[in-house]
């Protein structure tokens, strides 16, 4: 058993002053040279020694990079370098995307939201990522630069395993782009952790639905799962059942049924598989409960 | 001279809830701590190889690339210090010699100019193991088969009241036999039997250790050391370096939380046997958080097999238990736990028939060592459900079958003792009527269940029966007072308390009142350790003495200064009157100058200087084979906890409501504080009740962190602890105080688990009470 080093090792600090800047810095190596947000999750992981990067590239300071706008037409884009506090006490992200904020305030502490990016958590790519169930239903995509220029992607398309993105060596995450929400929309995240606060999620569970009068049932649904599978994923099964069926706590059970034995969960220090699996259930049933409710009130 | 006013005099301070003496220094960030000190260019760094094995023999060493490493200073292994210590049982080495027994144990110290380079020297240190099969289980550890962790287990030197085993991993056996077990059976209605697990847990202080020390030109050690108890550090670093107590030096600043976990010896060995070899260089070593968890102490983990049986009458008629404890690779303390646990098997019950046997056993995990409660959180945790469980089979009221059960004054225990009066049966009254025990009351949702549990509980301080404290007061000439102790302060609130006694019997203001810190053991009166919840009884006794030794000085220079009997005088407000000539002299000056004589003859008195022991001296042994004996303890505190709590069925997680906390604490000097130690126990307890463990897998720990280990935070303690005072005096405590500090999370495991099982139907026998194991189980239940 290999201890975490008792401080952080010696890095080459680089305060990127553009993303150019910092994209030119970067170059190909990550296992030399990585970005740094807020760094709670890059530190935790050069003091565990599981990295051992010599240089680290600052994004925090790029002018832009931090940026929220909110634009009636086109949505929401939040820059990679924003933290979650100042994502989560925006006045245009709490009035049309409440979802995301409850979602970002079951992340660790107070303390460490004024720190950590949603940016940096999307890259971590960590299947426990607090942020990632919720920016999946609402539909999110990415905007990634290299020197070669930018593309855009699907965060649907974005996790590829524990640890592992699109991302290629030498490209960086810029922005993450949600679209309107749906009218009527109403959504809920429920995280479940051993303790009530700042835990990482044993099973994290975000559904959105919103009326819709084509669908039998009179109304869509989203569901996404955290820290049950290799990444973050949607449940699109459950989601088609919901909208093809009458909703009944008969049809939302069996879509929750269906969310668990899609779920892929592993055992360890947290919870058995067993138990997460469970829980897939139980807590996907009583967001879309809850969510049915919401929506009900509303009509 | 000023008329006597009596009606102005300030109340005595004692009983009053005063402000904590240390409150604005710790507040405001002032308060020194021992990594806070600083040393100069001087200082070095320490580093420590560990075991990454929990069972190994050492078959060779090379440092030599360590060594050469720019910037270390020395390297030093078990070959710098050869000498067995140990507080109860020498069975270790500070660091290792022939085999390697946790995965932790130090193995080579690195000493350098800063603790990455310590820290990169100690990963070219070479070690190379032959790998032993661990014992990772206490009862399996017991099989003739099993692997022995000590073979020279009879070479060591022992306490007398301690009985190893040779030849198998028994550190110590504990029985009791009292009255007959055997036919007592066949008089019960109702018998049951179950076995309890307790994982091993950490006491996470918010102060990881750390230990700075130097060896000076003279040869003699100082360590600066995060500490509860110096004086028992002083004594074990001498056992291990074969020195006298007076060439070590022990000085304690405040302590960052201990909870047990800094009495006794573990990170300052290293620190001081790296000093050893490089003399005038003060060496520094911290545990980061991870080691904290497995480096120093752990709580050890317990199986515990416990049979009852009760009459048709609910009358509890014998008890059998079997302690299996997890000590870990040394006992340290553990050997004493596994005692303490033995002697107080039947919880604070009147059975006539009993027969335990306590085994303390090593294993390949962590030291265990004491912690907040000493085994009685562990053993309680068995005791209270079980009997739980008779009153269900009895269908008894769980609070009725208590109370018919409990200990009073006047009875004897199991080990024979006559008990000293006891509140215990207010205690239980009270704490049910405090959450309306019997009242149904609704849950917050559909989807919970909602019930409320009881759990009794009792502790004696467990040490050696000659464990002394000694204080002096020294009066300066403001008529303000120094009070010297070797109790710590812990964040228990003992030098506020100290402070009061004295201010109480000197008259004077409590401000007036200052405790010499930090406590060093070549200045402060000896005192045992910070332990077993004794420093308001035991320093509180040798506090009032050395208070009334100064009172009675000053006393008697007034009487003679007045020509008056001295049964007419008193110490009032900060000065000396008499209530027959109502003659008021101030303190001040009179305490250091004393009078002149009349007539310019020259003067009388000095300075008042002030000093007290105390050492219990009616504490008597047990026998071998019975554990029965006149007195095993000098007193039990005695207590209830109730619970009013609903389980979540989707998640099985549980939300306390409230909990009541009643403890019968003989006199509370502070109520304020006394409370303060109901509410950090029940946080505490509930934190080990609903999370805590240390997840081993052969002897590896998997969650030496805050990742993984978790404790309860401010959204996870009860909405409401309701801490009720009983007070019922101790014949020889300070204005009767009996001590407090591990008892308010003693009960609370096992009443949580009981209003689980109220809520739920499912009782969870083994800690921690997740979410998840109570969802399966439910589960388990639903599926039939
Ligand atoms: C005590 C504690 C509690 C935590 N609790 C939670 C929790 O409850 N839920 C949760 O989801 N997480 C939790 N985390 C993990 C962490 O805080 C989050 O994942 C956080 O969002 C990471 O963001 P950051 O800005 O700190 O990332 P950093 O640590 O700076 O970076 C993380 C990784 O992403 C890369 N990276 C960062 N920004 C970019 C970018 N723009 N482009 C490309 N790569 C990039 C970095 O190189 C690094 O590999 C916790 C961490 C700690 C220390």
């Known amino acids: 058993m290999e201890l975490p080093l008792p401080e952080l090792p010696a890095f080459d600090y680089l305060h990127a002053s553009s993303a150019q800047h910092a994209l030119e810095q970067l170059g190909g190596s990550i296992a030399r040279t990585r970005v740094l947000s807020g760094g709670t999750d890059l530190f935790v992981q050069m003091r565990a020694g599981s990295i051992a990067p010599t240089e680290l590239i600052d994004l925090k300071h790029i002018p832009g990079l931090a940026t929220i706008e909110f634009d009636e037409n086109s949505g929401l884009t939040i820059g990679a370098a924003a933290t979650m506090n100042a994502v989560a006490r925006d006045p245009e992200v709490q009035a049309n995307y409440p979802l995301l904020v409850r979602a970002l305030e079951t992340v660790a502490s107070y303390q460490l939201r004024n720190r950590a990016t949603i940016g940096g958590n999307l890259c971590n790519a960590s299947p ?123 049809s939302i059970e069996q879509a929750a049924r269906i969310a668990q034995d899609l779920a892929r969960p592993i055992s360890d220090a947290r919870a058995s598989a067993e138990y997460r699996r469970a829980m897939v259930f139980e807590l996907t049933a009583w967001a879309l409960k809850d969510v049915r409710q919401m929506l009900e009130e509303e009509a | 001279m000023t008329e006597v006013e009596r009606t102005v005099s300030a109340p005595s301070p004692v009983g009053e809830s005063v402000k904590r003496i240390d409150a604005f220094e710790k507040a405001t960030g002032a308060a020194p701590f021992a990594d806070d000190l600083q040393f100069g260019p001087n200082l070095l760094y320490g580093r420590v190889v560990r075991s990454p094995h929990p069972h190994a023999r050492i078959l060779s060493l090379d440092v030599s690339k360590a ?103 028994i550190a110590n056996h504990f029985k009791v036999r009292k009255g007959n077990v055997a036919s007592a059976w066949d008089e019960c209605e109702v018998i049951v039997e179950r076995e309890f697990r307790v994982p091993i847990i950490q006491h996470v202080p918010i102060e990881p250790h750390v230990a700075v020390a130097e060896l000076d030109r003279s040869g003699r050690y100082t360590l600066w050391s995060s500490s509860q108890s110096p004086f028992a550090q002083r004594n074990l670093i001498a056992q291990a370096l074969e020195l006298s107590q007076s060439d070590i030096r022990v000085i304690a600043p405040y302590v960052g939380g201990g909870f047990g976990s800094k009495a006794g010896l573990s990170a300052e060995g290293t620190a001081v046997v790296m000093a050893m070899s490089v003399p005038g260089h003060p060496v520094k070593v911290r545990l980061t958080r991870e080691e904290e968890f497995f480096c120093a102490f752990v709580r050890q983990g317990l199986v515990a097999k416990t049979r009852v049986g009760a009459n048709a009458q609910g009358e509890i008629l014998a008890m059998k238990t079997e302690y299996y404890w997890d000590a870990g690779a040394y006992t340290e303390y553990g050997v004493n736990i596994a005692r303490a646990a033995g002697y107080s098997s039947t919880g604070p019950y009147r059975i006539p028939n009993v027969e335990a046997d306590s085994y303390c056993v090593y294993t390949n995990h962590p030291v265990g060592g004491p912690m907040r409660g000493f085994g009685m959180p562990e053993i309680h945790w068995g005791i209270e459900q079980i009997m739980d469980i008779v009153a269900e089979e009895l269908e008894m009221d769980k609070v009725e079958f208590r109370l018919k059960n409990v200990l009073h004054g006047g009875e004897q225990n199991v080990t024979g003792m006559v008990m000293h009066p006891i509140g215990l049966s207010e205690c239980i009254e009270k704490a049910a009527r405090a959450i309306n025990w019997g009242v149904d009351e609704p849950p917050s949702s559909p989807y919970a269940r909602r019930s409320k549990g009881i759990a009794v509980s009792w502790k004696a301080p467990a040490m050696p029966p000659n464990a002394g404290s000694s ?48 406590v060093d053991t070549k200045y402060s009166p000896y005192e045992w350790q910070t332990v077993a919840s004794r420093l308001t009884w035991s320093m509180g006794n040798a506090v009032v003495a050395a208070a009334q030794d100064a009172r009675r000085q000053i006393l008697e220079l007034a009487a003679e200064h007045w020509n008056e009997d001295i049964e007419h005088l008193d110490l009032r407000d900060g000065q000396v009157i008499s209530y027959r000539s109502e003659e008021v002299l101030p303190l001040q000056n009179l305490v250091v100058y004393g009078l002149p004589l009349p007539d310019d003859q020259g003067w009388r008195g000095g300075p008042i200087l002030g000093q007290g022991s105390f050492m219990p001296g009616y504490v008597t042994s047990l026998d071998n084979e019975t554990g029965q004996g006149t007195r095993a303890v000098v007193h039990y505190t005695t207590g209830c906890q109730a619970v009013d709590l609903e389980v979540d069925t989707r998640t099985g997680k549980v939300k306390i409501h409230r909990i009541a906390s009643a403890f019968d604490v003989g006199k509370a000097i502070n109520p304020e504080q006394v409370e303060a130690q109901m509410q950090g126990g029940v946080v505490q307890g509930a934190s080990t009740a609903l999370f805590e463990q240390l997840i081993r897998h052969n002897g590896v720990p998997q969650n030496a962190s805050f990742t993984d280990y978790r404790i309860a935070t401010s959204v996870d303690i009860p909405d409401e602890i309701i801490p009720i005072i009983v007070e019922v005096p101790q014949d020889d405590g300070p204005w009767g105080a009996r001590g407090v500090g591990e008892h308010p999370m003693i009960p609370t495991a096992p009443a949580i688990a009981n209003a689980v099982s109220a809520a739920t139907g499912v009782r969870i026998f083994d800690l921690p009470i997740s979410a998840e194991k109570i969802y399966l189980e439910m589960q388990k239940e639903r599926s039939g």
């Open chain 2, 471 to 518: 204080a002096t007061v020294r009066m300066n000439e403001d008529a303000t007072v120094t009070v010297a102790v070797g109790g710590q302060e812990i964040g228990q609130g003992t030098f506020t308390v100290m402070a009061q006694m004295v201010a109480g019997v000197l008259g004077i203001p409590v401000d007036w009142v200052q405790i010499s810190t930090p």
């Open chain 1, 128 to 250: 426990a990522a607090d942020s990632a169930p919720s920016l999946l239903v609402l539909g999110s995509r990415l905007t990634l630069e290299s020197v070669g220029g930018q593309r855009e992607l699907a965060l649907n398309d974005f996790f590829k395993g524990p640890g592992e993105t699109a991302l290629t060596p030498g490209e960086i995450l810029t922005k993450i782009s949600l679209p309107l929400a749906p009218t009527g929309w109403k959504g809920r995240y429920l995280k479940l952790g051993r303790n009530t606060s700042g835990d990482l999620a044993i099973v994290g569970v975000a559904v959105l639905g919103f009326p819709d009068p084509e669908p039998t049932s009179g109304f869509r649904f989203r569901i996404a799962l955290a820290s049950v599978a290799p990444t973050p994923i949607r449940v699109a099964d459950a989601e088609e059942l919901l909208e093809t069926t009458t909703l009944s706590d008969e």
């Open chain 2, 67 to 169: 060594a050469a490493l720019p910037g270390v200073r020395a390297v030093v292994t078990g070959d710098n210090c050869d000498a067995r210590f140990g507080l109860y049982l020498r069975d270790r080495y500070i660091f290792c010699r022939d085999k390697v027994r946790f995965v932790g144990d130090p193995v080579v110290g690195v000493v350098a100019i800063s603790e990455t380079i310590a820290e990169q020297a100690c990963r070219l240190v070479e070690v190379e193991y032959e790998v032993l099969d661990p014992v990772v289980d206490p009862v399996r550890a017991l099989d003739p088969g099993a692997p022995l962790l000590h073979e020279n287990l009879a070479d060591y030197e022992v306490a007398d009241f301690i009985d190893p085993k040779p030849g198998t991993n």
